[in-house]
């Protein structure tokens, strides 16, 4: 099943305590495309990148497969730039810096052979652009949307309008208390499902993931690791495995939307330990498939048997 990407292409700059990448190939469109490549295909992107994006970036997505058509290289124009500074805690980063370059005249047009994509992630860009290739598209299956600080502070007013046309919302924990005006998560939750879409996924960093819907708040783990390198991108590879996983399944119960949750954990933790998109270049089915039942075994506990008439708990 077809899953449309839709995101920024992007040269990262990250300083880790573990380390510093300068210009590094990234970006939403990057992680979410990647990931979901694991899952289904065809998986096609809409973005745009400046004559500076390097061919090594091009080369990565196509080893994956990615259908390029809808990537608009503006040869006279720069590449979006990003950069980052993570704290001791990894949770917490600093953005240095936001250059929109191409991105702030993008207009995605969508390619004739888009059109009828039946899942659609639409990665952290301008509101305005992610309803603008909504409108340029047959009524998908599924809308997966994603945002951040940037666009809910500078933008709201139009965001709240694409809020209206996605059926998930995948956002972080600040930026739920942001969206909601809340600080409590669950409340939070509600709160942006009278925004709009039905399912809120909140992404907590290294403590996991809730997916809140109107009958379930079910909460899923990060893998506990001792070697993450670089978080950048953690969010846009969940995004990625959750959608193609249901886009390989066709299937929205609840059940199916918590292994999807668990899958775009487990992509989650293979980018973060790799400095950029390296995390995610070479994974393999079996690979995938021992960190979902990993996660399975992390939470999984047996319930005692009671003997009444010893020692009640009261
Ligand atoms: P994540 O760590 O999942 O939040 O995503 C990080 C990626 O988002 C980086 O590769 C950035 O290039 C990209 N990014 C950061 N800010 C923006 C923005 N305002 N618009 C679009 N993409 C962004």
Known sequence: ?????????????VETPFGKAVDA??????????????????????????GDFPQEGIRFLEQRNI????????RNGKTFRWAGRYHYDLNVRDTLLTEL???EKFQPTI??????????CLGNIDPRQQRNVLNQIEKPRLVIGDTMNYWIERENEELRKTLKLIDVLIVNDSEARLLANDPNLVKAGRIIREMGPKVVIVKKGEHGAVLLTAGTVFSAPAYPMENIFDPTGAGD????????????????????????VIYGSALASFCVEKFGVEGLADLSYLQIQDRFRAFRELSRFEEHEVSYGGHDIN
């Open 67 to 74: 259908d390029l058509e809808g990537l608009e290289i503006d």
């Open 111 to 120: 390619p004739e052979s888009y059109r009828h994509s039946a899942w659609v």
């Open 101 to 103: 370059n191409v991105f």
């Open 237 to 260: 590879s969940f995004a990625g495995g959750f959608i193609g996983w249901l886009a390989r399944t066709d299937d929205l119960s609840e059940e199916n939307l918590k292994r999807a």
């Open 1 to 13: 099943m077809s899953v449309l990407v839709v995101g920024s292409f992007a040269l990262d700059t």
């Open 25 to 50: 190939i990234g970006g939403s469109g990057m992680y979410i495309a990647t990931a979901a490549s694991y899952f289904t295909a065809p998986v096609r992107v809409v973005g745009v990148v400046g």
